[in-house]
């Protein structure tokens, strides 16, 4: 199937996000047609601090190894790893010519501020015609800056719309209404079930760090059993990002 055809606003696809072979070649294996990768993941198996721009070569590398297995593929390349448009091209040429089917483009920056939207526009046009699904993510409410609304119609030429740290069902549903895309929001332990995100107008539900940090709790909880004692609560992305150098 086609990896566009699988984002349906009101039937959303719910992507998991892996962070090495293992976990996506297990994550294959249980029928879900298409995968992710999560730069929290990626940056923490390698030791290296996530959306910095440190992790291109193991991207790319985790992107190879997992093009095999016979699900859709999309990636997070963070910001595209690059300022320059005809870097970032060719970053996602390659990635296409690996059988990538998508990729995440964020607009949020290490420093806590967003890319300029024009440079963002360009950066996505850029990654534009090679075949795969470009997923512009605006990171207004990660950050808590600019405006969404603003980014969301200014990303207009992009294949999907990716706004993370949503959560309210009457905000999620007039984004959904104010743009043609596919709406894809980041599942939330905490926030509106995959029910009511349909619901809401949403086409795609992201784990995001999710699996990763709850691959970690699992690890910790089986080895305090041994000792009789109890996990404690599944670490949140800040805590994990805190352990990772700089």
């Not at 047609?33 to 993941?41: Q, V």
């Not at 985790?62 to 990636?75: D, H, K, N, Q, R």
Request: proline letters at 7%.
């Amino acid at each position: 199937m086609n990896f566009h055809d699988l984002h349906r606003p009101g039937d959303p696809l719910l992507l998991p996000n892996a962070w090495d072979y293992g976990s996506a070649a297990y994550l294959a294996a249980q029928g879900f047609p298409a995968i992710g990768t999560t730069s929290l993941g990626v940056a923490a198996v390698h030791g290296k601090p996530d959306a910095a721009g440190r992790t291109k070569a193991e991207t790319i590398e985790l992107a190879e190894a997992i093009s095999g297995l016979g699900v859709l593929v999309t990636v997070d390349i963070e910001g595209g790893f690059s300022d320059d448009p005809a870097e970032v091209a060719g970053l996602v040429a390659s990635l296409a010519a690996l059988g990538v089917a998508g990729v995440n483009l964020e607009d949020g920056r290490p420093d806590g501020t967003l890319r300029p939207v024009e440079l963002h526009q360009s950066i996505i046009e850029a990654a534009k015609g090679h075949g795969v699904f470009v997923n512009a993510r605006t990171d207004t409410c990660w950050l808590r800056t600019g405006d969404t609304l603003e980014r969301v119609r200014a990303y207009g030429h992009a294949d999907g719309i990716f706004v993370p740290g949503l959560s309210d069902l009457q905000e999620i549903a007039e984004i959904a209404a104010s743009t043609p895309l596919p709406l894809n929001v980041l599942h939330q332990p905490d926030g509106p079930g995959l029910a009511r995100l349909a619901e809401a107008g949403v086409a795609r539900v992201s784990t995001g760090s999710l699996l990763y940090r709850a691959a970690l709790r699992a690890g910790l909880a089986a080895a305090l059993d041994v000792r009789g004692e109890q996990a404690p609560r599944m670490p949140t992305y800040a805590e994990i990002a805190e352990l990772l150098p700089r």
